[in-house]
C-alpha cells in the first residue's frame, strides 16, 4: 500500500491543523494505521493508531484530549486533527499501516513520506 500524507504547516502555539494521510494500493480496511512523528535531532516516535474498522483509537499520553485520530475506509483515509499545538509538537508527520486487527505502536509495515508541522511560540 502506498501512503500520501498532507496538511502540515506553520501555526501558531494554540492553534490547530489537520493532517489527512491518503491510501492507494491496497485494501484500506485491513490495516491498522498509525501516526508517527520526528523531531530535529529526536528519534521517531509513536503518536497514535485507529483500528481497521475505527472503533478503537489510542494515543501518546502528551497529546490526549488534543489530538484526535479518525479514517473514512470510503476514503482510504486516515486523519488527525491537532488542536491545541505546542511547540514542543513541531515535528515531522507520519502516517504508517500495518495489516491486522487492533492497535499497534510499533511494527508497521509501510511508510508515508510525511509531512512537516512546524508551531511557533
Known amino acids: 500500500v502506498q501512503l500520501q500524507a498532507s496538511g502540515g504547516g506553520l501555526v501558531q502555539a494554540g492553534g490547530s491543523l489537520r493532517l489527512s494521510c491518503a491510501a492507494s494500493?491496497?485494501?484500506?480496511?485491513?490495516?491498522?494505521m498509525g501516526w508517527f512523528r520526528q523531531a530535529p535531532g529526536k528519534e521517531r516516535e509513536f503518536v497514535s493508531a485507529i483500528s481497521r474498522s475505527g472503533r478503537t483509537t489510542y494515543y501518546l499520553d502528551s497529546v490526549k484530549g488534543r489530538f484526535t485520530i479518525s479514517r473514512d475506509n470510503a476514503k482510504n483515509s486516515v486523519y488527525l486533527q491537532m488542536n491545541n499545538l505546542r511547540p514542543e509538537d513541531t515535528a515531522v508527520y507520519y502516517c504508517?499501516?500495518?495489516?491486522?486487527?487492533?492497535?499497534?505502536?510499533?511494527?508497521?509495515?509501510?511508510w508515508g513520506q510525511g509531512t512537516l508541522v512546524t508551531v511557533s511560540s
Open positions: 494500493g491496497g485494501t484500506f480496511s485491513s490495516y491498522c
Open positions: 504508517a499501516a500495518v495489516p491486522g486487527p487492533g492497535l499497534r505502536t510499533a511494527g508497521y509495515d509501510y
